[in-house]
């Protein structure tokens, strides 16, 4: 019996641990998509406490509390830190086969160095231990940041940002860790939403620009996309329901916009029209700045209106959508495509049945201008489990080529998730290991060692364009 997380956790093979060992496990990371608090960075924040760190804003943790019965006192309510943190203790014990079970034992081994299990009855202990170690001062933002080896650091911000703790960090010179900013202007394209209105007089405000039509519009979002990349912006998000794609005559899209502006509302066949004006319009704009363009998909969110009145969105209560048709999406891309400006993009379905679709798509688009030009993404939030990533890079090496996969991301909220990368890196070596024990590949340690660096860092610093040092040790 293999011991409980030790040093070959999931690398079952001599292939997978010699890979991992020698090629994945000190290669830097670079998170190019995420969800931290650029002013935490700034800041330089220390934690009070464990429960800060794990159970603020978690909402993979706080689903699995509820799905053990925790009352939602203990969870987003009014509980003391010490209360909530033994409720997940007590629910992580029954984690079995979950990602997070995983995560958790992770940080707490990098972290904190904590080799046990933590459950119910040890939660004191690590309490303890852990409460201990975050007021040294190894264990402030940056310092996590650092002895993580990140090096880049891409996060979430909406065109209205002024982006001012980027200025403070890059003016920093004792902090050598790039943060940049990454576009996401789902706010500017949701004309749907009730107080969509009010975010256009916001974006009126930063960019000095009158917006009356879908061109004034056109012209704040390029206002402020100088703006980012003015901070080094090298690529852009969104989170769309599904790429759609309703064409429309500039005439009708500017009744739609102009019926909105008037405070009415939109039929869903006028929002899928005008969203495929504006994501083609956005698209085309990346292109000429060479930002890639990445698009999630594929969830449905807020599915539980009684808790979504009470707490607000983001809280745990979003699943996966069945409805995301690749024909539009193929259709989206082609007609960025016919006038050649379909900017790098990295697709991410939600619903891992879309894994074989996306990856015949991407064969339609790749072209010389960028190798692996168009990306599928990593597994994706329900799907970023052991299974969900075999899977995911399985159907892509089935597809396309897995060797210019621009690899893993964080996508969090948390400074302490970046032992993501790691639990990647071992589900990589460990399926590529046993592609190569099972004499599906050559055992040619050159290449197999240039390629889980690639996958791990260099791909994903070529692709963007970012300016930091390749890395391949033999």
Not at 346 to 375: M, R
Not at 414 to 420: A, E, G, H, M, Q
């Amino acid at each position: 019996m293999k011991q409980f997380m030790d040093k070959e956790f999931l690398l079952s093979t001599e292939t997978a641990q010699n890979l991992f060992h020698k090629y994945a496990e000190t290669t830097p990371v670079l998170d190019y998509h995420c969800h931290i608090a650029p002013k935490e960075i700034a800041e330089d924040r220390k934690f009070e406490n464990i429960t800060q760190v794990w159970l603020g804003g978690d909402h993979y943790k706080w689903r699995q509390m509820r799905s053990n019965g925790i009352d939602e006192y203990y969870i987003t309510g009014d509980a003391t830190d010490r209360e909530k943190f033994q409720k997940w203790a007590e629910t992580l014990e029954k984690a079995i086969g979950n990602p997070l079970y995983h995560w958790s034992h992770l940080e707490l081994q990098r972290y904190f160095g904590y080799t046990g299990a933590l459950n119910g009855e040890t939660a004191e202990e690590v309490w303890n231990l852990c409460n201990k170690k975050l007021q040294e001062d190894s264990m402030s933002v940056r310092n996590i940041i650092r002895q993580s080896n990140v090096k880049l650091i891409c996060t979430t911000d909406d065109p209205i940002d002024s982006l001012e703790w980027h200025k403070v960090i890059a003016e920093d010179e004792e902090f050598d860790v790039q943060v940049l900013p990454a576009w996401r202007p789902d706010k500017a394209m949701n004309i749907e939403k009730p107080d969509y209105l009010d975010y256009l007089k916001k974006l009126e405000e930063v960019s000095q620009r009158e917006i009356k039509t879908f061109e004034d519009l056109k012209e704040a979002l390029k206002v402020r996309m100088e703006h980012f990349a003015s901070y080094g912006c090298r690529a852009s998000d969104h989170a769309l329901e599904f790429v759609m794609y309703r064409p429309v005559s500039d005439e009708e899209l500017e009744q739609i916009f102009a019926k909105r502006m008037r405070g009415e509302l939109v039929s869903k066949e006028e929002e899928l029209k005008y969203k495929t004006a504006f994501m083609l319009f956005v698209g085309r704009e990346y292109h000429k700045r060479g930002w890639a363009m990445q698009l999630h998909y594929g969830c449905k969110r807020d599915n539980n209106i009684l808790r979504y009145q009470e707490l607000g969105p983001d809280t745990g209560y979003d699943c996966i959508n069945n409805y995301a048709p690749s024909s539009e999406m193929a259709d989206f891309l082609n007609a960025l495509n016919q006038t050649d400006e379909l900017p790098k993009t990295i697709i991410y379905s939600l619903n891992p049945n879309d894994n074989a679709a996306i990856g015949t798509i991407l064969g339609c688009f790749q072209d010389q201008s960028a190798v692996g030009k168009v990306q599928q993404g990593s597994a994706w939030w329900f799907n970023d489990h052991k299974t969900g990533m075999t899977e995911q890079m399985t159907s892509l090496a089935n597809l396309g080529l897995l060797g210019n996969f621009i690899g893993m991301l964080t996508d969090s909220r948390s400074f302490l998730s970046y032992t993501r990368h790691e639990y990647f890196r071992r589900i990589l070596c460990e399926m590529i290991g046993n592609w190569v024990e099972n004499g599906e590949y050559p055992a040619d340690e050159q290449r197999l060692g240039k390629m889980i660096a690639d996958i791990s860092y260099n791909n994903a610093v070529n692709y963007f364009g970012f300016d930091l040092p390749l890395t391949y040790e033999k």
